[in-house]
């Protein structure tokens, strides 16, 4: 499965933005989807995943209650929204995809991979 993400921005500290990451393929309801980020010096670090179902979600610590993670499989696309942004969720965003996912989703489970888009919380 092919991968595309975009709807990174530069956004103020408590804003919003959505995130998307449309997929090619027919197969892409049969896979897992997670949200990975990379900040500049820092290593890639596990955001959100969500069941090829979507009924089943994992969030990071760090964006619990203020990210949502939800696929909509007819669109082939997965979403991130974000919620009260901070300065710290500056990073590069990358969708990823996976045959499966654990309760602690790591990058080596997934095989494919977008781009990225870059989002920018300024203070």
């Known amino acids: 499965v092919q991968l595309q993400a975009f709807g990174g921005g530069l956004v103020q500290a408590g804003g919003s933005l959505r995130l998307s990451c449309a997929a090619s393929?027919?197969?892409?309801?049969?896979?897992?989807m997670g949200w990975f980020r990379q900040a500049p010096g820092k290593e890639r670090e596990f955001v959100a995943a969500?069941?090829?179902?979507?009924?089943?979600?994992y969030y990071a610590d760090s964006v619990k209650g203020r990210f949502t993670i939800s696929r909509d499989n007819a669109k082939n696309t997965v979403y991130l929204q974000m919620l009260s942004l901070k300065p710290e969720d500056t990073a590069v965003y990358y969708c990823?995809?996976?045959?499966?996912?654990?309760?602690?989703?790591?990058?080596?489970?997934?095989?494919?991979w977008g781009q990225g888009t870059l989002v920018t919380v300024s203070s």
């Open positions: 990823a995809a996976s045959p499966f996912i654990t309760s602690r989703p790591d990058a080596a489970d997934f095989d494919s």
């Open positions: 393929g027919r197969t892409f309801k049969t896979y897992c």
């Open positions: 969500v069941s090829w179902t979507g009924g089943v979600t």
